[in-house]
């Protein structure tokens, strides 16, 4: 299905500039921005994926992932061709580098409308939908239709995202909008421009926005790339920027697999995680969750949340499963110290 996006502005000559992201694509008549399915036809921005989701499934919450939000509950996750990132090493390539999508010919993906989502989520009980394996903010229009909806109907909403929104797409989504995870890719400005495509600065500027000015629940993960983004000082610089915008902030590391465009570099070592995860306490994070690895004993602890106070172990995970130890959830029974998180 094709629909008007809602955030965008005429130019002349024909062009409308998209207003989603901070590549704020002129897009020429007939051409698409450079996600592939915002597309000027006839001089309107359509969005060229609406309700055509090419992956709908019933995930943990924990696998989006977030460790701090109704813990243990389904998310109806879903996702849409298209991308305005490159990510050269997207584990999600197949479908978020699908571009210059023709709606004429090409229709990719599953009808899904905002109503059938919700109409699942409602018959299976399951009370949160994501928007994820892509980029939200291509297919804005959808998700904020649904997310509306969704609320409606008592349904919380998260956005899986690269953080590279426009101020006025987070701004139009927020009050429909409950929990967010955004990637920090890095902390260097170049990797960003030479792997993504994209640019460190506005992805700062969200992390700090969500956190201090909105209710948006947020938590932060970072990939570690062998030789890319793994050095001791750029962790350090990572960390010590999300302890300084809040350190309640949980900030999940993860690791690397050869994937897409990057099979030159070897998978991250579990070592490496369990530095970071040092790191990041080191740096003043109460919450600090390493990804990705299973299984290795140097881990046994690191997907676990401990009172930031006492030290108590209050959830103990294994992948996605949790063992809560607590008697009720977002205080310690230990010394009764709040945990930062919405548990219900
Ligand atoms: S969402 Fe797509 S069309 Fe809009 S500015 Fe970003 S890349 Fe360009």
């Not at 999600?92 to 004429?104: A, L, Y």
């Amino acid at each position: 299905m094709i629909k008007p996006t809602m955030l965008n502005k005429p130019l002349r000559k024909g062009y409308v500039q998209c207003t989603a992201c901070e590549h704020w694509c002129a897009v020429g008549p007939g051409e698409a921005g450079k996600c592939g399915v915002r597309r000027n036809i006839d001089g309107q921005l359509q969005l060229v994926v609406y309700g055509k989701a090419i992956a709908a499934h019933v995930d943990p919450v924990e696998k989006k992932p977030l460790h701090h939000f109704l813990p243990g509950n389904p998310v109806y996750s879903i996702g849409t061709v298209g991308c305005n990132l490159f990510c050269q090493w997207c584990q999600n390539w197949d479908i978020s580098q699908h571009r210059d999508f023709d709606p004429e010919t090409d229709y990719i993906g599953e009808d899904l409308p905002p109503e059938a989502i919700v109409a699942y989520c409602r018959g299976h009980n399951i009370p949160l939908v994501a928007f994820t394996y892509n980029e939200p903010t291509v297919f804005f229009e959808y998700t904020y239709d649904t997310a509306k909806l969704a609320h409606k109907h008592g349904i919380r909403t998260i956005y899986v995202s690269s953080g590279f929104e426009t101020s006025l797409a987070l701004e139009t989504i927020a009050p429909y909008l409950d929990a967010a995870n955004i990637d920090l890719k890095a902390m260097r400005d170049e990797t960003y421009r030479t792997y993504t495509g994209a640019r460190l600065a506005p992805v700062l500027r969200n992390i700090e926005h969500l956190a201090r000015e909105t209710d948006i629940w947020l938590e932060v993960t970072t990939l570690l790339i062998p030789g890319l983004n793994d050095s001791d000082q750029e962790i350090r610089d990572a960390a010590t920027f999300l302890a300084g915008v809040n350190p309640d902030i949980p900030w999940h590391v993860s690791a690397f697999t050869p994937q897409y465009r990057m099979q030159d570099r070897p998978p991250t070592p579990a070592k490496t995680l369990y530095r970071a995860w040092e790191i990041g306490k080191e740096a003043g994070l109460h919450y600090v969750y390493t990804g990705n690895i299973w299984g290795n004993p140097l881990l046994a602890d690191t997907g676990d949340t401990f009172c930031p106070s006492c030290g108590e172990r209050l959830v103990r995970r294994s992948g996605y499963h949790l063992r809560e130890y607590w008697s009720e959830r977002g205080v310690c029974h230990r010394c009764g110290e709040r945990i930062a998180g919405v548990w219900r």
